[in-house]
């Protein structure tokens, strides 16, 4: 199966900056990759998703690049707000289709201060 | 409104009793998805189904016991041969790559075991 790597420690940014969090995976190449937020006591919730063809995807203050040749995403937010908060998941189908289930990285506490 | 539902939020059980935990989804989704997550740590399968009356073990599936008898229903017990069982649980839903590929899954707001 996957092995998926996040960075472990909280991620401390300024109001306003621009946040870059990394997921790394080991295996083989997933023909898409997720993110998710969650925030304490709450289930995930989907964020972006960007397929393997993919170099770049955007949504508003979000963006996703997928390097299949480096094995990693990076997830940035740009002009960051204290309400970003939260713990930021990197997912990837574990049969290269998704029906079985997703595996997921530990996460990325991300902290925005005023 | 469209979403899934999971019950109880907080759940207090006695040591050697099964408890369940209910998961209902109004999504019309043929994969639903049980997780356990423990602090500090990912998300970790424990069952899935892709279709009513089947389901499959994930990679920490001792323990627990599963249901698919309706679509929108897919009920985790947890037995008291999980050693363990102290966790926040989250079910999820999804179509099925077949149906539209690539896609996202929609998580409950979890329920929370605590074994007293």
């Known amino acids: 199966s996957q092995k998926i790597e996040q960075n472990s420690e909280a991620l401390n940014i300024q109001e306003g900056k621009t946040a870059t969090l990394t997921c790394n995976y080991t295996?083989?190449?997933?023909?898409?990759l997720q993110w998710y937020r969650q925030d304490p006591g709450r289930g995930p919730v989907f964020l972006l998703l960007?397929?393997?063809?993919?170099k770049e995807k955007r949504k508003e203050r979000l963006k996703v690049t997928f390097d299949t040749t480096l094995k990693q995403s990076l997830f940035h937010i740009t002009a960051s707000q204290p309400a970003d908060s939260a713990t930021y998941l990197c997912?990837?189908?574990?049969?290269?289709?998704?029906?079985?289930?997703?595996?997921f990285g530990k996460g990325t506490h991300l902290i925005i201060q005023p | 409104d469209g979403g899934i539902t999971q019950s109880p939020k907080y759940l207090f059980r006695k040591e050697g009793q099964n408890v369940t935990l209910s998961c209902e989804q109004n999504?019309?989704?043929?994969?639903m998805y049980w997780y356990r997550q423990d602090p500090g740590q990912g998300l970790r399968l424990i069952y899935y189904?892709?279709?009513?009356?089947?389901?499959q073990k994930g990679d920490i599936a001792e323990g627990y016991s599963v249901s698919r008898e309706k679509k929108e229903s897919f009920p985790l017990t947890v037995t008291s041969a999980q050693k363990n069982p102290t966790a926040f649980y989250l079910c999820?839903?999804?179509?099925?790559?077949?149906?539209?590929?690539?896609?996202?899954?929609?998580f409950g707001q979890g329920t929370r075991l605590t074994v007293v």
């Open positions: 999820a839903s999804s179509l099925l790559p077949g149906q539209r590929m690539n896609t996202e899954a929609f």
């Open positions: 999504l019309n989704h043929d994969a």
């Open positions: 960007i397929r393997e063809n993919e």
């Open positions: 997912a990837l189908p574990d049969s290269g289709g998704g029906a079985d289930g997703l595996t």
């Open positions: 189904s892709q279709i009513v009356n089947d389901f």
């Open positions: 295996n083989y190449s997933p023909a898409y």
